[in-house]
């Protein structure tokens, strides 16, 4: 069974720090590009972040570059998301998403490119707020 399971999210005070951890299970991690997204109420879908297969290429969304960090173990096959000086506008489920690539040095953004992802997570609550 296909598992990507998120955890680490939570309320913090505006200008703390998160960690997300997504653990995925049930396919070749090595083989899957990795990425965050998010979902705010009242606003569209964000790709936040992505990385490739191999770690060595990534992706911000400029509304957080800067202030997060993506990064994968392919020995846990887990990808994380380091957030920094977060924001009351962070404030949004985040979901992992995994999507197979047959080039090792590509990514793809969930929400442009949906049809890409293979799989989701369940999502995890972030609230940034004093």
């Known amino acids: 069974e296909v598992q990507l399971v998120e955890s680490g999210g939570g309320l913090v005070q505006p200008g703390g720090s998160l960690r997300l951890s997504c653990a995925a299970s049930g396919f070749t991690f090595s083989n899957y590009a990795m990425s965050w997204a998010r979902q705010a109420p009242g606003k569209g879908p964000e790709s936040v972040s992505s990385i490739n297969s191999i770690g060595t290429n990534t992706y911000y969304a400029d509304s957080v570059k800067g202030r997060f960090t993506i990064s994968g173990d392919n020995a846990k096959n887990t990808v994380y998301l380091q957030m920094n000086s977060l924001k009351p506008e962070d404030t949004a489920v985040y979901y992992c998403?995994?999507?197979?690539?047959?080039?090792?040095?590509?990514?793809?953004?969930?929400?442009?490119?949906?049809?890409?992802?293979?799989?989701w997570g369940q999502g995890t609550q972030v609230t940034v707020s004093s």
């Open positions: 998403a995994a999507a197979r690539t047959s080039d090792s040095g590509s990514f793809y953004l969930p929400f442009e490119h949906p049809s890409k992802i293979n799989y």
